[in-house]
């Protein structure tokens, strides 16, 4: 039970109670094609440590390892998408620092399994980076930070594109989770597409959108 809860007060405080690994593995075997599909993005509104984030990315980078480890390269870049595809918030701040750094040691020790003195420390910090923008200390209930300054919850989307080339479009959490009600205006054809059951489809619109950058270089490409 201790490995399951940090402190009584904490349950009392915020229900806090961690997930075992069993319970995480068969939830993940639920989905068990997404978590191999390296580009296939997660969100953890309560991630707390990471317990599912952790599982998913050490999923994913077998995927990498296995198509990619003869080139670094391109196991680099496929890894660094790996782990950009994994989101999570919690309104705890050790919480949201411990998941961040659970995730980069299980692509650390993934990495430099594979290539060990061959490592290049501008792909961990391009690791780094993307789990600062995308592991929030925040609330999931009021799409804010926590904080003194709360502000609305950002999430960056990252593609690559164009070989090395990584893409990088912020979107507002509120406007993710926004249900567009159907209308019969022509605006909201031209800015929606149909799904394969015939309903129309929001496209949420970024709050910013950046132009492509090495994926090796995004730890020092933007002013944030």
């Not at 039970?1 to 109670?17: H, N, P, T």
């Not at 599912?52 to 296995?66: A, H, T």
């Not at 680099?76 to 050790?94: F, M, Q």
């Not at 090796?216 to 002013?223: G, P």
Request: with cysteine; aromatic share 10%; net charge neutral.
């Amino acid at each position: 039970m201790k490995e399951l809860i940090k402190s009584k007060q904490r349950v009392a405080d915020y229900g806090e109670v961690l997930t075992p690994p069993h319970i995480v593995d068969a939830m993940l075997d639920l989905v068990k094609q997404e978590t191999e599909r390296i580009d296939s993005r997660f969100l953890e509104p309560a991630c707390g440590t990471g317990n599912f984030l952790v599982e998913v990315l050490r999923r994913k980078l077998k995927i990498v390892e296995k198509r990619y480890a003869r080139s670094q390269l391109d196991y680099e870049r496929y890894a660094v998408l790996a782990v950009s595809s994994l989101y999570g918030i919690d309104i705890l701040e050790d919480n949201a620092a411990e998941c961040r750094q659970r995730l980069y040691q299980t692509f650390d020790t993934f990495y430099t399994a594979r290539f060990g003195a061959k490592t290049r420390s501008a792909c961990r910090e391009t690791v780094r980076y993307i789990l600062k923008r995308n592991i929030i200390h925040g609330d999931a209930l009021s799409l804010k930070t926590v904080g003194e300054h709360p502000q609305p919850i950002v999430f960056s989307e990252w593609s690559l594109v164009h070989g090395s080339l990584m893409k990088r479009r912020d979107f507002a959490f509120h406007e993710l989770l926004q249900v567009k009600e159907k209308t019969d205006s022509l605006l909201e054809v031209n800015k929606t597409l149909v799904s394969d059951r015939g309903e129309k489809v929001f496209i949420p619109e970024p709050v910013k959108d950046y132009p492509p950058e090495h994926f090796l270089e995004i730890a020092h490409a933007y002013d944030d």
